[in-house]
């Protein structure tokens, strides 16, 4: 089997993981309940677990809350970044690996007017779209390495976008955790 089809299938089974586990019943609640009970120890879990969801099509967005509820504010900031940066390289390196170059105009379209005239490797298009919530990381997930956008420049855009969502989403954690006194 050609690299190129290894890392398609390792990419494809990555993303099919989340749906699987879903599709099996996973209990948000009970992984909360017992991810709390193993302290720190849990750090080494959620982190994994935000990586997988960050490749894979599936929000990573309730592992980010997670991390808040369990953390605080701080530590959950800091577990989000982790993991969304270790999405955001591993699916970079999955797709480049494993995609022909292609064009993508129907997703321009969908891209407000400011953004769609930068070039794709332009920082400010970088970091411009990964702050659309919900779907902007995925959209420069795909479009950096198939476009062939460095990835010193990929890295440091998406260090500087993925900071301030990573904050947010652990401040509303940790603030679901006070509001109901956990």
Same mark, same amino acid.
């Given at each position: 089997?050609k690299?190129r089809?290894?890392?398609?299938?390792?990419?494809? +089974?990555?993303?099919?993981?989340?749906?699987?586990a879903?599709?099996?019943?996973?209990?948000?609640?009970?992984a909360?309940? $017992?991810?709390? *009970?193993?302290?720190?120890? +849990?750090?080494f879990f959620?982190?994994? %677990?935000?990586?997988?969801?960050?490749?894979s099509?599936m929000?990573?967005?309730?592992v980010a809350l997670?991390?808040?509820?369990?953390?605080?504010t701080?530590?959950?900031? *800091?577990?989000n $970044?982790l993991?969304s940066?270790?999405? %955001?390289v591993?699916?970079? $390196?999955?797709?480049r690996?494993?995609?022909?170059e292609?064009?993508?105009?129907?997703?321009?379209?969908?891209?407000?007017?400011?953004?769609?005239?930068?070039?794709?490797?332009?920082p400010?298009f970088?970091?411009g779209?990964?702050?659309i919530?919900?779907?902007?990381?995925?959209i420069v997930k795909?479009?950096a390495p198939?476009?062939?956008?460095p990835?010193?420049?990929y890295?440091?855009t998406?260090?500087v %976008?993925?900071?301030?969502?990573a904050v947010?989403l652990a401040?509303?954690?940790a603030g679901?955790?006070?509001?109901?006194?956990?």
């Amino acid at each position: 089997m050609k690299m190129r089809y290894k890392t398609l299938f390792l990419f494809v +089974a990555l993303m099919a993981l989340p749906l699987a586990a879903t599709a099996f019943g996973f209990d948000l609640k009970g992984a909360v309940e $017992w991810m709390r *009970a193993q302290g720190p120890w +849990a750090f080494f879990f959620t982190v994994p %677990a935000h990586i997988l969801l960050s490749i894979s099509p599936m929000s990573s967005d309730p592992v980010a809350l997670t991390n808040g509820f369990i953390y605080g504010t701080a530590l959950g900031a *800091a577990a989000n $970044w982790l993991g969304s940066m270790g999405g %955001a390289v591993a699916g970079y $390196w999955l797709i480049r690996r494993s995609a022909e170059e292609v064009s993508l105009p129907k997703h321009f379209t969908k891209l407000p007017r400011w953004l769609r005239d930068l070039p794709v490797a332009s920082p400010l298009f970088l970091i411009g779209v990964r702050m659309i919530p919900f779907i902007g990381g995925d959209i420069v997930k795909f479009m950096a390495p198939l476009y062939r956008v460095p990835f010193a420049r990929y890295l440091w855009t998406q260090a500087v %976008a993925i900071a301030p969502w990573a904050v947010f989403l652990a401040a509303v954690g940790a603030g679901v955790s006070l509001f109901i006194g956990q």
